[in-house]
């Protein structure tokens, strides 16, 4: 539980980074390779992003749609 935790906020954290760095704060993000969605959930957490994740590895895929990533 505390591991899935930890990915949680480094996902939330990691989200905030890549929108200051960019100075982001809004419009469409297509996050390619977004393996099992857990970053793309969180950067589409604001209602200013429209989010589309990509992944050519159907076990990725499967995941994300899983909804494992817990959005």
Known sequence: ???EQAAVADHEQLARQIFTETGVQGGLVVHVGCGDGQLTAELGAGEMFCVQGLDARPEQV???LSGRHGR
């Open 1 to 3: 539980v505390f591991a």
């Open 62 to 64: 499967d995941a994300a």
